[in-house]
């Protein structure tokens, strides 16, 4: 079965710093990934739409990449900011389906 | 979140008695869903609608139904409520499920007793 794998230990980083989320997946052929940002206690929040011919989006300080041959994401917040924290989901998708299948997250805590 | 309401909040209920949650959305997407998040698991589907009267089962179905009357309202009922389903649940909904992200609910925490 398909299965999306996403760091379960919190990644901890300087505010300033660079984050980098990885995002894994096996078994499936999305069309689309995308990323998620969720607060304690809030629904998640919608970042960032990656198609399967594209390598790379940007938004921001956001910036994802999408890489077919490795299935794998990357999901980058430059210059992070202790506002950054929260939990970080991914997504998949495809074309001849309505559904999402998501990650279990991976949490960011970014220190002043 | 702005365009979707989920109600209740917060739910304590008894094993075996049935439960309603519903979702509301005022922005006239045509797919809803509904989802549960448990610690270690994600979010996993439970059912959705791409349509009035128009659903189809996720991967965690089982002890759930849901309707779709109207648009706006979409609703998740669990038959006999079992300790099992003590989870978080969220609704999402969509204009176009391939080119644009969900809106979620702020989520109804159900707890099974």
């Known amino acids: 079965s398909q299965k999306i794998e996403q760091n379960s230990e919190a990644l901890n980083i300087q505010e300033g710093k660079t984050a980098t989320l990885t995002c894994n997946y096996t078994n499936y052929s999305p069309a689309y990934l995308q990323w998620y940002r969720q607060d304690p206690g809030r629904g998640p929040v919608f970042l960032l739409l990656i198609r399967e011919n594209e390598k790379e989006k940007r938004k921001e300080r956001l910036k994802v990449t999408f890489d077919t041959t490795l299935k794998q994401s990357l999901f980058h917040i430059t210059a992070s900011q202790p506002a950054d924290s929260a939990t970080y989901l991914c997504a998949l998708g495809r074309d001849s389906s309505y559904k999402l299948i998501f990650g279990s997250g991976t949490r960011l805590l970014v220190r002043p | 979140d702005a365009g979707i309401t989920q109600s209740p909040r917060h739910k304590v209920t008894e094993t075996g008695t049935p439960v309603t949650l519903r979702c509301h959305q005022t922005?006239?997407?045509?797919?809803m869903y509904w989802y549960r998040q448990d610690p270690g698991h994600g979010l996993r589907l439970i059912h959705y609608s791409y349509g009035v009267k128009d659903t189809d089962k996720g991967e965690v179905s089982d002890g759930y139904s849901v309707s779709r009357s109207k648009t706006e309202d979409f609703l998740l009922t669990l038959e006999s409520a079992t300790s099992s389903q003590t989870s978080v649940y969220f609704c999402a909904i969509t204009g176009e499920p391939t080119s644009g992200g969900y809106t979620f609910g702020s989520g109804t925490r159900l707890t099974v007793v």
């Open positions: 922005e006239n997407h045509r797919y």
